[in-house]
């Protein structure tokens, strides 16, 4: 893993261990997890800063409205074709 | 005439409209200097036919008085996300590699109804996911200045088409600095316009919530043609000048964690706007540190989302960084993604603020030049810097904010790779970061270089 130089943060109660992601993720094939874990550990600590600052804003600050992009027009029939 | 392929857009125009050469002349210059350049792998496919019968539609009809406007007969590249009807459209994939578009993009009828002639699809990052364009399927691109490092991506193949001059423009999308990093990595200029104000249908999207499509040229100039037709917003008249601009700096943010290089070249950009009349001003925004923290989750989570049904289907059709990178992405919680999007609220609101104070922001594009090919990171003094994550350290802000941004060269670094800044605004202003960066390059024409490639070089 690359040392950022950023500081470490305590993780958070709602930030997940590696382990517990790959499960969401549904165990994919062997030699897909060790390249996705390497993804998955270069990220949890951005993703436990985040955590962290979500514990410091006001409960009322609410998402930006996701804009609604008109759809691609590849289909997954078009694809299966 | 000497060069066609040195000649800016407009210049190109007025060429065309004198009769000093025709559509056909600078078609085959293109075509060529993409044979010369075939060797860095910045096209999927040239339309070589249909460009031919296109330039000379376009050129019958210039003779007979229509006049279509500035990019009448002027040859540009797509990235090969944007459809275009009756070609393929892989998006840089094995999975798309037998889909064909039935209809123009929007951004592509736009170009066509302007007259421009669709030159090719260039090649690009897998799925547009990856900063690159190291594709399994169709081949790395290498970067013109020196082919051992990359181009960058995702929009690699656009960026070496305008380096190389193979192109007079390309178009690119930017989700989280496609367009950008390219742009500063092969020494042009790139726009990532604010989200909404060029529509992105038909073209396949990376991350919903952060897709945008922008021009890519040599200079601002001529992105500025493309960004008038691809908006459907005429040039304004005028702009504020340089002499009267408020730029803001970042001190913390932007000023740490750069290659020498990068931080004189910043310095050396800050003087030269102060010469030209701009008045620097410090500003302290919070948390920015954060921006790439909830870019990354962002640009996790959306793509794997699209993704999902095909990683469960056809997994092996993915080459090896983009599979990993799809899979992990649904590691993230919906907790997570959405404190990501609240996040982006506090920080649309700073800037906001900030563009209150001041009319632009700017900051180096990278803190590094072009990384070698296979280098998954970067040592800074002695501070290790990922290449994915560095890279998104600044492109992150606009695409954050769904503010505009646009990256423009200022020089090369000791080993002769450019080295680009970033110039941000508000909401709306993409004409007048255009306006700016322009009024920047003409005073400093030094900045707009060609690489060491044959057919441009002097």
């Known amino acids: 893993m690359i040392n950022s130089g950023r500081p470490k943060v305590a993780r958070t109660e709602v930030s997940m261990d590696i382990k517990t992601r790959l499960t969401m993720i549904g165990a994919p094939a062997n030699n897909d997890q060790t390249a996705v874990s390497a993804v998955l550990s270069e990220w949890q600590e951005r993703i436990d800063h985040l955590n962290q600052w979500a514990t410091t804003v006001a409960p009322t600050v609410t998402p930006v409205t996701l804009r609604v992009t008109p759809l691609h027009r590849v289909t997954r029939e078009s694809v299966d074709e | ?458």
């Not at chain 2, 200097?33 to 050129?59: I, K, V």
């Not at chain 2, 913390?252 to 910043?266: I, K």
């Not at chain 2, 941004?405 to 709306?428: K, R």
């Open chain 2, 1 to 458: 005439m000497n060069n066609l392929l040195k000649l800016s857009i407009v210049d190109a125009a007025k060429g065309l409209r004198s009769g000093a050469f025709r559509a056909s002349d600078l078609l085959e210059a293109c075509l060529e200097q993409a044979e010369r350049t075939a060797h860095l792998n910045a096209w999927n496919s040239l339309y070589e036919d249909a460009a031919r019968a296109q330039a000379d539609a376009w050129q019958t009809l210039l003779e007979n008085g229509v006049d279509l406007g500035p990019l009448q007969g002027i040859p540009l590249g797509l990235k090969a996300n944007i459809d275009i009807a009756g070609q393929t459209m892989h998006a840089g994939s094995q999975i798309l590699a037998q889909h064909q578009a039935q209809t123009h993009a929007t951004v592509t009828s736009r170009l066509q109804q302007a007259g421009a002639i669709i030159l090719g699809t260039t090649n690009m990052h897998e799925f547009a996911w990856g900063g690159t364009t190291a594709n399994p399927h169709y081949g790395a691109t290498s970067n013109p200045w020196n082919e051992a490092h990359i181009p960058a991506g995702s929009s690699g193949g656009s960026g070496v088409a305008c380096a190389v001059r193979s192109a007079f423009g390309c178009l690119g999308t930017d989700t989280g600095g496609s367009v950008r990093l390219p742009a500063s990595m092969n020494g042009i200029t790139g726009l990532r316009p604010g989200i909404g104000q060029i529509p992105t249908d038909g073209v396949f999207p990376l991350a919903w919530s952060m897709d945008t499509v922008g021009p890519m040229a040599p200079s601002a100039q001529d992105c500025q043609l493309l960004y008038s037709v691809l908006s459907a917003q005429p040039i304004p008249s005028s702009s504020k000048p340089l002499a009267q601009l408020r730029i803001g700096i970042l001190p913390e943010y932007s000023q740490s964690g750069l290659q020498p290089a990068v931080a004189q070249a910043f310095s050396q950009t800050q003087q030269q706007f102060i010469q030209l009349g701009a008045e620097l001003v410090e500003l302290q925004l919070n948390d920015l540190e954060r921006a790439v923290d909830a870019a990354i989750i962002i640009d996790a989570a959306e793509p794997s989302a699209i993704h999902w049904p095909w990683l469960q289907q056809q997994s092996d059709q993915y080459g090896d960084d983009v599979r990993a990178l799809l899979l992990a992405g649904g590691g993230i919680s919906a907790v997570e993604y959405i404190q990501a999007q609240r996040y982006r609220s506090t920080l649309r609101e700073q800037f906001i603020a900030a563009f209150a104070k001041v009319d632009a922001l700017l900051m180096p594009m990278i803190p590094f030049t072009a990384p070698l090919k296979g280098a998954n990171s970067i040592l800074i003094g002695d501070h290790e810097e990922s290449v994915l994550t560095g890279n998104m350290r600044f492109t992150s802000l606009p695409s954050m904010t769904a503010m505009p941004g646009i990256s423009f060269p200022v020089g090369l670094d000791g080993d002769q790779l450019p080295i680009g800044m970033q110039l941000m605004a508000g909401d709306g202003m993409e004409h007048a970061l255009l306006c700016w960066v322009s009024e920047y390059q003409n005073q400093h024409p030094e900045t707009l270089q060609y690489p060491p490639i044959a057919g441009i070089s002097s």
